[in-house]
């Protein structure tokens, strides 16, 4: 796999370096009153008149855009939940059958109505890393788990490596920074001032930090930091999981991240391991909010491992 590893860990360093050394102003207490507000289990939330976010539950957030008898997906669910997912996106107003899914990244609660849309002809759209993530089968080295490859028709037939636009003005790119993965993207509707981000922001709980895929916690931050820059005070920003967040939302996240990411490089640097990082509880003044923070600790340190040890 042409993953160009070593030269895109030199350039997270030297990006990292000044986003992870930013303050920022926002409370604490506004990110916590956001994380605390869980929806009712809501099946579809209307941003506007064409863009609604369908949450089935257990699944992970998909926002669908209407217009002309045809539907526009980020994110597709899990392949369990993707006749479901049509049925109701087909159901929208002014909806139909999907002409375009965005994968946010390879993971299979994103992916599982690729099959579907590919078997139908019609275009699935990801960044490089995450079409070639695809194509190969992945195992977890932490707990085993064993990802297979999609079939050929279900793998995204339309791949970019920075960025690109839609006809409809819709527009989308990568976020460089690894923050979930290494191919993770963004889509931004303009008319509509929402931006979808997938797993790049979590708003519900701890985030997974898939470093086998290249994501990890400096990541998290600096691509905190980026999502800044495409927002504004009235962007509705879409995560992965949870409830639709604000730039204010996004700016206390990049705060804590870059808390617990100093907190973290600090015993690394002092050798310590990632049992000792645990119990250091470096996230104990989130959890309430957030959650035991044990293995996203765990899985944060050992990313430190792939990125800023000497010989990474
Ligand atoms: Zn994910």
Known sequence: MAHDAHTRRQILKAALGGAAGMLLSTPRGAFAATAQAQPAPAVTQQLSDDLFVVSLPGESNVVAQSGGGGVLLVDGGSAKAADALMKIVSGLPAGGPVHTLFNTHWHPEQTGSNELVGKAGKTIIAQENTRLWL?????????????????????????????GKLDAGVSYGYVPDAAHTDGDLYVYFPRQNVLAVGDVVSGQGWPVVDWQTGGWIGGI??????LQTLA????RIV?????????????????????????????LNKGRGPTEAVAAQPTKEFDAQMGNGDEFVRRSFESLWAYLSPDA
Not at 232 to 235: A, G, H, L, S, V
Not at 241 to 253: C, F, H, N, T
């Open 135 to 163: 194509t190969t089968d992945v195992t977890w080295s932490w707990n085993g788990q064993h990802f297979k490859h999609l079939p050929k028709i279900a793998q995204p037939n339309k791949s970019f490596y920075t960025t």
């Open 221 to 226: 931050v600096g691509a905190l930091q980026r």
């Open 232 to 235: 504004n005070d009235e962007t």
């Open 239 to 267: 995560p992965g999981r949870g409830p639709v967040l604000s730039l204010k939302d996004i700016k206390a996240q990049a705060q804590m991240y870059s808390t617990i990411y100093d907190r973290l490089s600090t015993m």
